[in-house]
């Protein structure tokens, strides 16, 4: 996880230096669970779904070119969102396991969403204060969207948790199987550290705290068991991800790195 | 007045005719299959372009995509719809669709190959499309009308993108241009042939434009089609591949070599290349969807009786 | 096959909406949802793209009573129907060709 190569970023290092790590991270989740949710084009379990995903992958995509076209910006050497997004290998990429995980089946995904969203409304709402004004900008709009999946991710617990006995059986097995992935959101690295120390960037765990409420109250709801497990200790933060991300990517990038410097 | 006179004097009188007025039986299904037909097109369609999603070559040409194919099946659900006022259900009609009873619009049936063949399926196909639904929006029956102007009215900018598309890859590397030239050599005569079987043998074109359902024929639109591209192909830096084409100064129009009839039979009788895959994905769909919908109204359920109980 | 398929779990809604303040509700279209919440939030992806400031109603569809088309007209009730579609005069089997 290497901006070295690229020249110095302008106007003073370190501090800089973790303002792109950071917009990074943030743009990598919102790409990577977008990449996710297009695979759910045209194969949504009702058409109405099949729009409600898509609507959703498409925010996450906005979040995603907003935050990835800052980091480059404020890196100061020359790359956009593309080259942020297809340019990168592996041990680039910052986002968390959770998002880069296979949809599996529709309530594996459902899970997913929960987690994730639950943790981006918390992130957002806390990053609307944030030192950074893009950052701040960025996250205002992004709150209210993410309070949107956060609501549909909702919905649909409740309605597979407490549908037929197989949603019952598969929003759990989701829920378990992703488990181990979350406890990733709410760790700190020093590059946080330093970020939140200065305003800039929101204490993962702060976060927290209305991540378990949200989760709590729904599960509850839904008539399902909050797992148990332990939580995988993060390592997405710097770039060591699952076998499932080199496969992401390889379709995410390769038709753009087949024609080097092409416009589309 | 009875039913079938005030049907008539409607039509006369280029008014519409809504879900409850008298309408004869065959007007009544003739609109129901055309409805889902179109309806079902809107739906398989989301297939070729959607599994470009995953590898658009840049962010911005995703989200145009992503959004494109959502619009589809915006557009799918507007249609199902209108069809839904005929005294039919969407669950009726699907199950047509997967019987194989009712069909989707063949263009479809062909695979999109390479990245260019967005930009080929915006220009070519959708052009088509709009070409055959802007007299829609002034067919007799009323909530189909309806539907149509909402289709066209956010219909125009998937054709800008894919000409966009095209625009870009003509202009762009050796191998971008030669993506967009070989698209274009796929997809422009099956383009022709959305408009139908020449007027000559097609049986329901008459009874079509009697009632107002259908304004145009086959061959009018088609030939509107050609006359539209032509000079956009140049725009392009792309040719289209009809040694035949020729600007016709008697007619003013442009003359263009024979359609493959027999090509267009077989794919609408199930020989196209993609035909099986598109089935097949649209009912792996549905089942292995079963699940959640089943979840989703046996939660209702729950809550209804929960609610009679309290 | 999907003889039982759940267009009882999923029934029809109709879906109205006000563009913004000042003018009325307009019926935009239909569409299949499981309960009220689910109705409302796939009336706004799918008919307001999330447009803010709109607002929506949805009603079920067998909650509407219409009148009849021609109250002059003796073949239909005067007292209003609760089908405001065209009536389906006969079942259509699974099977058939429509």
Request: glycine letters at 8%; charged letters at 25%; aromatic letters at 8%.
């Given at each position: 996880m290497?901006?070295?190569?690229?020249?110095?970023p302008?106007?003073?290092?370190?501090?800089?230096?973790?303002?792109?790590?950071?917009?990074?991270?943030?743009?990598?989740?919102?790409?990577?669970?977008?990449?996710?949710?297009?695979?759910w084009?045209?194969?949504?379990?009702?058409?109405?779904?099949?729009v409600?995903?898509?609507?959703?992958?498409?925010d996450?995509?906005g979040q995603?070119?907003a935050?990835?076209?800052?980091?480059g910006?404020?890196?100061g050497?020359g790359?956009?969102?593309?080259?942020?997004?297809y340019?990168?290998?592996?041990?680039?990429?910052?986002n968390?396991l959770l998002?880069?995980?296979?949809?599996?089946?529709?309530?594996?995904?459902?899970?997913?969403?929960?987690?994730f969203s639950?943790?981006?409304?918390?992130?957002?709402?806390a990053?609307?204060?944030?030192?950074?004004?893009?950052?701040?900008?960025?996250?205002?709009?992004?709150?209210?969207?993410?309070?949107?999946?956060?609501?549909h991710?909702?919905m649909?617990?409740?309605?597979l948790?407490?549908?037929?006995?197989?949603?019952h059986?598969?929003?759990?097995?989701?829920?378990?199987?992703?488990?181990?992935?979350?406890?990733?959101?709410f760790?700190?690295?020093?590059?946080?550290?330093?970020l939140a120390a200065?305003?800039t960037?929101?204490?993962?765990?702060?976060?927290?705290?209305?991540?378990?409420?949200h989760?709590?109250?729904t599960?509850?709801e839904?008539?399902?068991a909050r797992?148990?497990g332990?939580w995988?200790?993060?390592?997405?933060?710097?770039?060591v991800?699952?076998?499932?991300?080199?496969?992401?990517?390889?379709?995410?990038?390769?038709?753009?790195?087949?024609?080097?410097?092409?416009?589309? | 007045m009875?039913?079938q006179?005030?049907?008539?004097?409607a039509?006369a009188?280029?008014?519409?005719?809504?879900?409850?007025?008298?309408?004869?039986?065959a007007?009544?299904?003739?609109?129901v299959?055309?409805i889902?037909?179109?309806?079902?097109?809107?739906i398989?369609?989301?297939?070729?372009?959607?599994?470009?999603?995953?590898?658009?070559?840049?962010?911005?040409?995703?989200a145009?995509?992503?959004a494109?194919?959502?619009?589809?099946?915006?557009?799918?659900?507007?249609?199902?719809?209108?069809?839904?006022t005929l005294g039919?259900?969407?669950?009726?009609?699907?199950?047509?669709?997967h019987?194989?009873?009712?069909?989707?619009?063949s263009?479809?049936?062909?695979?999109a190959?390479?990245?260019?063949?967005?930009?080929?399926?915006?220009?070519?196909?959708?052009?088509?499309?709009?070409?055959?639904?802007v007299?829609?929006?002034?067919?007799?029956y009323?909530?189909?009308?309806?539907?149509?102007?909402?289709?066209?009215k956010?219909e125009?900018?998937?054709?800008?993108q894919g000409f966009e598309?095209?625009?870009?890859l003509?202009?762009?590397?050796?191998a971008?241009?030669a993506m967009?030239?070989?698209?274009?050599?796929?997809?422009?005569?099956?383009?022709?042939?959305?408009?139908g079987?020449?007027d000559?043998?097609?049986?329901h074109?008459?009874?079509s434009?009697?009632?107002?359902i259908?304004r145009?024929?086959?061959?009018?639109?088609r030939q509107?089609?050609?006359?539209?591209?032509?000079?956009q192909?140049e725009?392009?830096g792309?040719?289209?591949?009809?040694?035949?084409?020729?600007w016709?100064?008697?007619?003013?129009?442009?003359d263009?070599?024979?359609v493959?009839w027999?090509?267009?039979?077989?794919?609408?009788?199930g020989?196209?290349?993609?035909?099986?895959k598109r089935?097949?994905?649209?009912?792996?769909a549905?089942?292995?969807?079963?699940?959640?919908?089943?979840a989703?109204?046996?939660?209702?359920?729950?809550?209804?009786?929960?609610?009679?109980?309290? | 096959?999907?003889?039982r398929?759940?267009?009882?779990?999923w029934?029809?809604w109709e879906?109205f909406?006000?563009?913004?303040?000042?003018l009325s509700?307009?019926h935009?279209g239909?569409?299949?949802?499981?309960?009220?919440?689910?109705a409302?939030?796939?009336?706004?992806d799918v008919?307001?793209r999330?447009q803010?400031?709109v607002?929506?109603?949805v009603?079920?569809?067998d909650a509407i009573?219409?009148?009849s088309?021609?109250?002059?007209?003796p073949f239909?009730?005067?007292a209003?129907?609760k089908?405001?579609?065209?009536?389906?005069?006969?079942?259509?089997?699974?099977?058939?060709?429509?």
């Open positions: 290497t901006t070295e190569g690229f020249g110095e302008q106007g003073g290092g370190p501090r800089t230096r973790d303002l792109v790590a950071y917009a990074q991270r943030l743009g990598d989740d919102a790409l990577v669970l977008a990449q996710r949710l297009g695979e084009s045209s194969r949504a379990p009702e058409l109405e779904e099949d409600a995903l898509t609507n959703i992958g498409l996450l995509l995603a070119r935050l990835l076209s800052y980091a910006e404020v890196e050497a790359r956009d969102e593309d080259d942020l997004a340019l990168r290998e592996e041990r680039e990429f910052t968390c998002v880069e995980q296979p949809n599996d089946d529709f309530g594996a995904t459902i899970a997913r969403q929960l987690y639950t943790y981006q409304l918390e992130l957002y709402q990053l609307r204060g944030s030192a950074d004004q893009t950052l701040a900008a960025v996250a205002a709009k992004a709150a209210k969207e993410v309070a949107y999946h956060r609501d991710a909702t649909w617990t409740l309605r948790g407490d549908g037929t006995e197989e949603s059986a598969r929003m759990r097995d989701g829920l378990e199987r992703l488990w181990p992935y979350a406890g990733e959101l760790e700190a690295d020093e590059v946080v550290q330093r200065a305003g960037a929101a204490d993962p765990a702060s976060l927290r705290d209305g991540w378990d409420r989760l709590d109250a599960l509850a839904a008539t399902l797992p148990d332990r995988l200790p993060g390592t997405g933060r710097r770039g991800h699952s076998e499932h991300m080199g496969y992401l990517l390889a379709e995410l990038q390769y038709l753009h790195r087949l024609h080097p410097g092409a416009r589309w | 009875d039913g006179a005030s049907f008539d004097a039509i009188t280029d008014q519409r005719i809504e879900p409850r007025d008298w309408m004869p039986e007007y009544r299904r003739t609109l299959r055309q889902a037909q179109h309806a079902h097109s809107e398989i369609g989301m297939q070729p372009e959607g599994n470009w999603i995953t590898r658009a070559p840049s962010l911005r040409r995703k145009i995509l992503m494109k194919v959502q619009d589809e099946a915006g557009h799918g659900l507007y249609l199902y719809s209108a069809a839904e039919v259900s969407r669950d009726q009609l699907m199950d047509l669709l019987a194989g009873k009712q069909k989707y619009s263009i479809f049936n062909y695979p190959v390479t990245w260019a063949d967005m930009g080929a399926i915006g220009w070519l196909v959708d052009g088509a499309a709009i070409m055959n639904q007299p829609l929006c002034r067919c007799s009323g909530p189909y009308a309806r539907a149509m102007i909402r289709i066209c956010e125009s900018f998937h054709q800008r598309i095209l625009h870009t003509s202009r762009g590397s050796e971008q241009h967009a030239q070989d698209a274009v050599d796929r997809w422009w005569w099956p383009s022709l042939m959305m408009f079987p020449p000559d043998q097609s049986a074109t008459a009874q434009m009697a009632w107002n259908k145009h024929t086959n061959d009018e639109l509107k089609f050609v006359d539209m591209c032509v000079p192909a725009v392009l792309l040719t289209l591949p009809d040694p035949d084409l020729r016709n100064e008697a007619t003013r129009h442009w263009f070599g024979p493959d027999d090509e267009l039979a077989r794919v609408i009788k020989d196209g290349p993609a035909n099986r089935m097949e994905h649209k009912l792996r549905h089942a292995e969807g079963a699940w959640v919908r089943e989703a109204a046996s939660y209702a359920a729950k809550r209804r009786d929960r609610e009679a109980a309290a | 096959m999907s003889g398929e759940p267009s009882a779990g029934p029809l879906v909406v006000r563009a913004r303040r000042g509700h307009n935009v239909s569409l299949h949802a499981p309960d009220a919440e689910m409302l939030r796939n009336a706004r008919y307001t999330r803010e400031g607002s929506i109603w009603v079920p569809a009573t219409a009148s088309p021609d109250e002059k007209d239909f009730d005067p209003g129907d089908v405001y579609r065209h009536p389906t005069f006969y079942d259509v089997p699974g099977g058939v060709q429509m």
